[in-house]
């Protein structure tokens, strides 16, 4: 996909499509979340640019959409792991510090949905972080879209305003 299209959050959030395009059988209830992860991730990467690596954590992808990076990392399938999908949109320090926390702030509740913006070693980042309890084929799609498409839109635009260089 070489542009964004505003209406990716709504056509690949459905439960339905991705369920249709991972799995072989359509009456079947159990989808591996790393399908639906993969699917996903096939279906926003750009120019051939994901990446996963496997290790004692569990699986760790990364891929290029628009021009951020964005990691999706699962840590298992047990009740007690993690889906987590994150995405580096600005580095710290910043000028005017006190104003960009004010912005995230503000854009944590208008602008997000269920992602937020965080700060972790220095960067701030966008963010969906939960267990992989009951964790449906459509949270997952919406999870790693809404990071994707939330810091795409925004990166710039804070980059231009906050950074000192």
């Known amino acids: 996909m070489t542009t964004q299209d505003p209406n990716l959050i ?7 499509p991705i369920l249709e395009a991972v799995t072989e059988d359509p009456g079947a209830t159990r989808v591996s979340h790393l399908e639906v992860i993969e699917t996903v991730i ?4 750009e120019n051939d640019s994901a990446m996963i690596s496997e290790s ?10 628009g021009s951020v990076e ?3 990392q699962l840590t298992g399938d047990s009740e007690d792991d993690l889906f ?9 320090p910043v000028k ?3 104003g960009l926390m004010r912005r995230l702030l503000e854009m944590n509740w208008t602008d997000t949905f269920e992602a937020c913006f965080a700060i ?8 969906v972080q939960r267990s992989v309890n009951e964790l449906s084929p ?3 799609a919406r999870a790693i879209t809404l990071v994707a498409t939330v810091a795409d839109e925004n990166d710039e635009a804070l980059i231009e305003e906050f950074n000192p260089g």
């Open 10 to 16: 709504a056509a690949t959030t459905s439960d339905q």
């Open 120 to 127: 972790a070693n220095d960067e701030v980042l966008v963010l």
């Open 138 to 140: 459509g949270e997952v």
């Open 70 to 72: 964005v990691f999706v």
């Open 84 to 92: 987590v999908v994150w995405s580096p949109i600005l580095s710290l």
């Open 42 to 45: 096939a279906s926003l990467q």
């Open 56 to 65: 004692d954590n569990g699986s760790l992808w990364r891929f290029q959409y």
């Open 96 to 98: 005017d510090e006190l």
